[in-house]
Nanobody
Framework: QVQLVESGGGLVQAGGSLRLSCKFS????????MGWFRQAPGSEREFVAA????????YYADSVKGRFTISRDNAKNTVYLQMNSLKPEDTAVYYC???????????????????WGQGTQVTVSS
């Protein structure tokens, strides 16, 4: 089965940058659309960014548009989230997720993803 392992989280000052990575294993990575979500304490899990199987299509939440960039390397079975100009409100546990896709779609709903990683903590100090 698919396994996802996130890394790259940490503590950063406001205005700083982090790059999250999510390593995929167990199936053919290029057949899966991928997404990043986040969950702050006391809040529901929310969509951050999504990317289609080949990486040709990407989609972002309004709150991160222009600051975050999602990308993937199908040769390395890895999806990335480059986060710039971080704000304290970006503090959350960040999760990557995988959806077996039949085409170049992207997905922005929690329920659309069948496999999740364990999450990585991102803390942005003011």
């Amino acid at each position: 089965q698919v396994q996802l392992v996130e890394s790259g989280g940490g503590l950063v000052q406001a205005g700083g940058s982090l790059r999250l990575s999510c390593k995929f294993s167990g199936r053919t990575f290029s057949l899966y659309a991928m997404g990043w979500f986040r969950q702050a304490p006391g809040s529901e899990r929310e969509f951050v960014a999504a990317i289609s199987r080949s990486g040709s299509r990407v989609y972002y939440a309004d709150s991160v548009k222009g600051r975050f960039t999602i990308s993937r390397d199908n040769a390395k079975n890895t999806v990335y989230l480059q986060m710039n100009s971080l704000k304290p409100e970006d503090t959350a546990v960040y999760y990557c997720a995988a959806h077996r896709s039949s085409g170049e779609q992207f997905f922005d709903r929690v329920w659309e993803y069948e496999t999740w990683g364990q999450g990585t903590q991102v803390t942005v100090s003011s």
